[in-house]
């Protein structure tokens, strides 16, 4: 393993930021810390850099523990949340200064500096001043200057965060094509599901200091971990439910669920796409109460005409009832998940 | 850390409690009694009473000139608004000799005033009151004027939004956030005017006299160190107790405030009431610090063909050992090595105390490197001369005893000017570069020191001009042939004759130029977020 934290714990005057954490990272991989803002990813890339002494536990680099090593000796990379450019030096300045305090000679900089600008997109941006840079500009530099002195481990702290939609999504396609062209094993931190999904190998998602689930993006979006897991990822229709064989009691109603899954009193999602809607006289009787348009599709938002929790459920935008309309609700049980 | 406290322990405790020990120990038991006999005594009851009422009426007519200043500076865009903004700082750097001296052109005997309407100030206590409006104009102007220009205009908006006029707005909003900075002002120029010496020495004449002047007096006049040891005590109360009420209000004035580029605060003037305000501020700036320094250029020209400034060039007057102008030079090295000795104490001192986990020891350090802007400079002077006269420290002879007193004078200078901008660069630069792979040493050097360097050549500024104006301390310890420019100034003036009169005028000018040359070199290096001065 490249990375491993055992047991890693940070605490912030008695409150554990960081709690017990064990991860693993092998070489090569892309690993995507997934989170809230406070779920104490940011301690965690800041554990690793040596920013940030642990309280308890160990980082291990190649195997060796980092204990007392200082953060310039560590050999790893980390591009801030936002960028921490240094302000008086142009792009060229900013590239090249972990080259030379790494001893680089001038000329092998300079060579190393163009190409790294032209790997990040920004050919011959080498004079430009930093105070004159876009966003997306000064993210692209702060990436070369962090792979520059060619880090075995590079992090990332929420190395979108900052930019505009259009920018950020032709970015995140654009990083991943970089990492696996350069091998790069990368840890990066977000609290994005988009972005963690498009760019890692593998999302771990935290909650209040801890690791909630871990696993591929496949993994995670089909089979949340638990309810926590589930809402943070953007689901909605999750409900208390009391599972027997292959049906499940809900206050929505009987609902079928899968075979083999998990039996007893657990909360039970239902991903919008496996809320059908159909006639007024079958299934669940619900009022649509708004519909927001999603772009490819349309979320339809219901009330359930006798009580219980509203639904959410995706449709074609030509299918969709306007608000008010009376509609029934039949379930899919292929979209239907018993969350442990 | 270790080498700035020792500096402060050996060369200003040291020496305070030495001549205090001096005073108040007869046969090695000490006379507290003393104490109690010396501030009943009526006449020093008098110097008490008129230091603290001079003090309060001084900071009291400063606001009333300057607050109206701070406001033009700060909200109104008018052509030459930089230059007059230097203009405002110049008496600030000024040495008290030499305002002292501009005032006595003015309004004293022979003074502009004088000669056309017959009118004297220097003898009622008005010429002093104007010489502290003339010397702290400008700590008005830029501790107010600076907060006043970064506060977001939009609070004042959204509070009209809601409902508020235009005046209400500004009392609900604008005025509750500058009320620390006022505060913070007000306490910086009652501590100025309280230890005022150079001023009242001169302005003051017979009749007037501040706790510091009776200080110098009791020591070097009438030679009653105990009566001086309990003055410099009570002084040394007084003053901790203002810097205490200081430390403060700038500690309420650094929380919860959103700046904005003082930039985009400044506009054109707009209806008669901003132009009429405008216009009172130019004219007030025009008489009460223009004036002065005019007519001091003016009467230093009095004679023909440069006469006071070519008899500044002889030996022969009988006053010094040496031409006056020698002591420019002399001054001049002397300013030098303070300031390099003030940079280098005052630095490490910020380095110190802007480091994140300083804890409250190191806070309680912050505001004692203020005392030696408020406790008795004279004090210090003489107790330099008493304390330092034996091995191992033996300096008596020694020419750095001058530039160490006025490093004590230039520091917290340094220390005020460095350490909000040490505070405000972000930590995680550092910690970028370290990622990087640079050292700590290496850290400081290619972070900190970049994004200091401006505010490290403005707190080297201050700190030669602050050494090179240094009257109270020096007047005691520079040796009779190598006075500095205000004690000559002052020696020149105690001595009768139109030349020596001239001869002081022409001195005080070429003190200014050298003062006001530094600051202007300074105020095109200036960043907004430079310390409070």
Redesign the interface.
């Known amino acids: 393993m490249l990375l491993s934290l055992a047991a890693a714990t940070v605490r912030f005057g008695g409150r554990p930021v960081l709690d017990t954490v064990d991860l693993d990272v092998a070489e090569h991989e892309v690993v995507c810390v997934l989170g809230p803002s406070g779920s104490g990813k940011s301690t965690l890339l800041r554990a690793v850099?040596?920013?940030q002494p642990l309280d308890s536990g160990r980082v291990l680099l190649d195997g060796r523990d980092q204990a007392g090593v200082?953060?310039?000796?560590?050999?790893?990379?980390?591009m801030?949340q936002?960028h921490?450019l240094?302000?008086?030096r142009d792009v060229g300045g900013n590239v090249a200064?972990?080259l030379r305090?790494?001893g680089v000679p001038k000329g092998g900089r300079d060579a190393e500096v163009g190409q790294l600008l032209e790997l990040v997109g920004l050919p011959g941006a080498a004079g430009r001043a930093v105070a004159g840079l876009s966003g997306g500009e000064q993210q692209r530099v702060a990436l070369a200057?962090?792979l520059?002195?060619r880090p075995r481990l590079l992090m990332l702290d929420e190395p979108l965060g900052q930019l505009d939609r259009s920018l950020r999504e032709r970015l995140v396609v654009e990083l991943r094509e970089l990492f696996g062209r350069l091998g790069t094993t990368v840890l990066a931190v977000t609290h994005d599901q988009g972005e963690a999904f498009a760019l890692a190998d593998r999302v771990v998602v935290m909650r209040d200091g801890r690791i909630a689930q871990s696993g591929t993006p496949l993994e995670v979006w089909q089979r949340p971990a638990d309810e926590f897991v589930a809402r943070f990822l953007g689901f909605d229709n999750v409900v208390p439910a009391t599972v027997a064989d292959t049906a499940a009691d809900t206050p929505w109603g009987k609902l079928p669920v899968p075979d083999g899954s998990p039996q007893g009193g657990r909360p039970l999602l239902v991903r919008p796409a496996g809320v059908r809607l159909v006639a007024s006289d079958e299934g669940l009787p619900c009022t649509v109460t708004a519909r927001t348009f999603k772009g490819t599709h349309v979320t339809v938002h219901l009330r359930p005409r006798d009580g219980g929790p509203r639904l959410e459920a995706a449709c074609a935008l030509r299918d969709a009832p306007e608000a008010g309309a009376e509609v029934g609700v039949e379930f899919d049980v292929a979209e239907i998940v018993v969350l442990g | 850390m270790a080498l700035p406290v020792a500096f402060f322990a050996v060369f200003f405790a040291w020496p305070v409690a030495a001549i205090v020990a001096r005073g108040l120990k007869v046969d090695g038991v000490w006379q507290f009694g003393r104490m109690a006999d010396v501030v009943t005594q009526p006449d020093i009851r008098h110097v008490l009473w008129f230091t603290t009422w001079q003090a309060l009426a001084s900071t009291a007519l400063t606001l009333l000139l300057a607050l109206p200043a701070a406001y033009v500076f700060a909200r109104l865009d008018f052509p030459g608004r930089q230059l007059l903004r230097a203009v405002v700082t110049v008496p600030f750097v000024l040495p008290t000799v030499v305002v002292g001296t501009a005032f006595l052109a003015l309004v004293g005997r022979g003074g502009l005033l004088d000669d056309l309407w017959g009118v004297r100030l220097d003898t009622t206590v008005w010429a002093i009151l104007l010489a502290h409006v003339f010397f702290n104009y400008a700590v008005v102007v830029r501790t107010v004027g600076g907060l006043w220009a970064q506060l977001d205009p939009r609070q004042e908006q959204a509070a009209r939004m809601l409902g508020a006029s235009a005046l209400r707005a500004w009392r609900k909003v604008t005025l509750p956030a500058l009320a620390p900075a006022v505060a913070a002002a007000a306490l910086m120029v009652f501590l100025f005017t309280f230890t005022s010496f150079g001023v009242v020495q001169i302005l003051g004449g017979p009749t007037f006299s501040t706790l510091e002047v009776e200080i110098y007096r009791q020591t070097s006049e009438v030679f009653d160190l105990s009566t001086a040891a309990v003055l410099t005590l009570v002084q040394f109360v007084a003053v901790g107790a203002i810097l205490a009420v200081h430390a403060w209000t700038v500690r309420r004035r650094e929380t919860a405030l959103r700046l904005v580029d003082p930039k985009v605060t400044a506009r054109r003037p707009r209806g008669a009431g901003q132009w009429a305000l405008l216009a009172g501020v130019l004219v007030t700036i025009a008489l009460l610090l223009v004036l002065p320094l005019a007519v001091l250029v003016q009467r230093s020209l009095d004679a023909p063909g440069f006469g006071y400034y070519r008899a500044l060039t002889d030996a022969d007057g009988g006053t010094f050992l040496v031409a006056p102008l020698h002591a420019v030079w002399t001054s001049l090295e002397y300013a030098v090595a303070a300031t390099a000795v003030a940079v280098l104490i005052g630095g490490l001192a910020a380095a110190a105390l802007a480091r994140r986990d300083a804890g409250r020891l190191m806070r309680g350090f912050d505001a004692l490197l203020m005392l030696p802007l408020g406790v008795s400079a004279v004090t210090v002077g003489f107790g330099f001369l008493i304390s330092l006269d034996k091995p191992p420290l033996d300096l008596r002879q020694s020419w750095i005893l001058v530039p160490l007193a006025q490093a004590l004078v230039g520091a917290p200078f340094v220390v005020r000017t460095m350490l909000p901008v040490l505070r405000a660069v972000d930590g995680r630069l550092r910690e970028a570069a370290a990622v990087l792979g640079a050292s700590p040493w290496r850290v400081w050097r290619e972070v900190d020191l970049p994004l200091v360097r401006r505010a490290l050549l403005i707190a080297a500024g201050f700190a030669f001009a602050v050494s090179l104006g240094e009257f109270g301390a020096t007047v005691f310890i520079a040796r009779p042939d190598n006075p500095t420019l205000p004690v000559a100034v002052a020696r020149l003036l105690s001595r009768p004759g139109d030349l020596n009169y001239g001869q002081a005028m022409a001195l005080s000018t070429i003190l200014m130029v050298v003062c006001a040359a530094a600051l202007l070199v300074l105020e095109r290096l200036r960043t907004d977020r430079t310390g409070e001065f």
């Open positions: 850099a040596g920013l200082p953060a310039h000796r560590r050999g790893v990379g980390l801030f936002d921490q240094f302000p008086q200064f972990g305090m790494h200057r962090a520059a002195p």
